[in-house]
């Protein structure tokens, strides 16, 4: 409402929106995982949430550029409608992320499945927690309506990165374990 002068009501439409949004994909992200996989899901995931959040991040700027026939301001800001769409299609796109962390449960840890899924389930609910702090924070001394999503950019980046680094590790260990069994020189074998 402070960023957009947006009317109680219009507030409301797009909270709403993002929240049906955010519960029907975790279903849809379900599915997705079992048609695509966890680990494609979570790459589109963290794509589209680096996308979204860069967007929505950057603050309304006014550019002054001289020109042979005088000064022109162009000006760049995000509007209430594709602010509610952008916000919208991020929280889809996180519930598809959550339906893949999920999955990726029973696989890892088969025989703790449900107690990792607790320990996952309050660990989110501890960070969402702690982000709301954050937020609210980074508000009080940026001045910046779009800080928070300042703040998700960079936390959804490392975590794009720290998870593409982590399966290339062990995309890695796999390879060289299936190699370990092989002879030094397997065609010397074959004489």
């Known amino acids: 409402m402070q ?3 947006a009317t109680p009501e219009i507030a409301a439409l797009i909270a709403s929106a993002v929240a049906l ?10 599915r997705l995982v079992e048609d695509y996989g966890a680990r494609r899901v979570l790459y589109w995931t963290f ?3 680096v996308t979204a959040t860069f967007v929505l991040s950057y603050p309304p700027t006014s550019y002054s550029i001289s020109t042979t026939s005088g000064d022109v301001v162009v000006r760049a800001a995000i509007g ?3 602010f509610g769409v952008l916000i919208t299609l991020l929280a889809v796109f996180l519930s598809f ?10 696989v890892y840890y088969p025989k703790d499945a449900a107690a990792v899924g607790g320990i996952v389930c309050m660990v989110g609910g501890l960070g969402g927690a ?12 940026t001045h910046i309506n779009q800080s928070a999503f300042m703040l998700l950019f960079a936390l959804v980046s490392v975590a794009l990165l720290w998870m593409h680094f982590a399966i290339r590790r062990m995309e890695k260990q796999a390879a060289a374990q299936r190699l370990k069994g092989l002879p ?5 074998n074959n004489t």
Not at 130 to 141: G, K, P, T
Not at 184 to 188: H, I, R, W, Y
Request: glycine content about 16%.
């Open 130 to 141: 702690a982000l709301i702090v954050m937020f609210a924070v980074l508000a009080y001394f």
């Open 184 to 188: 030094a020189f397997p065609e010397l």
């Open 21 to 30: 949004s955010g519960g029907i994909g975790r279903v849809y992200g379900g």
């Open 3 to 5: 960023a957009y002068g």
């Open 80 to 82: 209430i409608v594709p």
């Open 97 to 106: 992320g959550q339906a893949a962390v999920y999955a990726h449960i029973p």
């Open 47 to 49: 794509l589209v949430a």
